[in-house]
């Protein structure tokens, strides 16, 4: 009898991480097709973060990007999305930008290096005393970042904060996650491709334009270094 009901129980706790995986690999599979089916990327980045906060009832999802200003790396925020219940106060407890230092040496290098952080915000082994201080100051319980890469290089952060539970994520959660910040570091490529084409293309048609121009004032164009 006993073997009965620990494999029952096994099975319960296989069904329960298999529902887990599915809820979480349709989250991904909405989001992807978001980002790979919008015009532009600003249109579709709101959209998908609503999909991945409301899908795991999160409080926020912000993407905050890092940027190197005077000579310091500075996380500057990207997009935000808050649930209804956090709306009233998105102005006063939206992510501000911060200094990267903030995260201490540790969690940069492991964001760095392409690896997750996160957890119980009072976890004094996994949050900096600073970090966790401005965290419980936004109302925050839990928060996870996953890294972004775009090119092969660091780009930034995709953030989920829990304010009103202490939700701790699984592995299987955490993989799922860190997908959908693959998705979004391919989005920006994909972005800034299109963009650097269309400035090369808006160049050719600038040197065409002012070419023929010359030409019709009968100016003799000389190329450079001809």
């Known amino acids: 009898e006993q073997a009965a009901q620990a494999r029952a129980s096994q099975l319960q706790q296989s069904n329960e991480i298999l529902s887990v995986r599915e809820r979480w690999l349709d989250i991904t599979a909405a989001a992807a097709n978001k980002l790979l089916s919008a015009d532009d990327l600003e249109s579709a ?43 009233d106060q998105t102005q006063v407890n939206k992510r ?8 201490g040496d540790r969690l940069n290098q492991r964001l760095g290096h392409g690896h997750w952080v996160g957890g119980d915000v009072e976890d004094t082994a996994i949050f900096p005393a600073a970090l966790r201080e401005d965290l419980k100051a936004l109302g925050i319980q839990t928060s996870y970042s996953v ?74 164009f000389q190329p450079p270094g001809g």
């Not at 990007?65 to 000579?71: I, P, T």
């Not at 501000?96 to 995260?103: I, M, N, T």
């Not at 592995?171 to 996650?177: D, G, L, P, Q």
Request: contains cysteine; charged residues 25%; proline residues 3%.
């Open 45 to 87: 980045i709101a959209p998908t973060m609503e999909i991945l906060g409301k899908g795991i009832n999160a409080d926020r999802v912000g993407i905050m990007k890092a940027d190197v200003s005077d000579g310091n790396l500075l996380y500057s925020r990207y997009a935000e999305w808050a649930s209804e219940e956090q709306l």
């Open 96 to 103: 501000p930008d911060f200094p990267a230092k903030v995260l």
């Open 147 to 220: 890294p972004i890469f775009v090119s092969g290089e660091f780009w930034g952060v995709i953030g989920i904060d829990h304010c009103h539970t202490q939700t701790l994520l699984s592995e299987t959660e955490i993989a799922v996650f860190q997908t959908i910040a693959s998705c979004v570091g391919n989005a920006i490529q994909r972005e800034q491709i299109l963009q650097a084409r269309e400035q090369a293309e808006k160049a050719i048609l600038e040197e065409r334009e002012q070419a023929a121009r010359d030409r019709a004032a009968g100016i003799e």
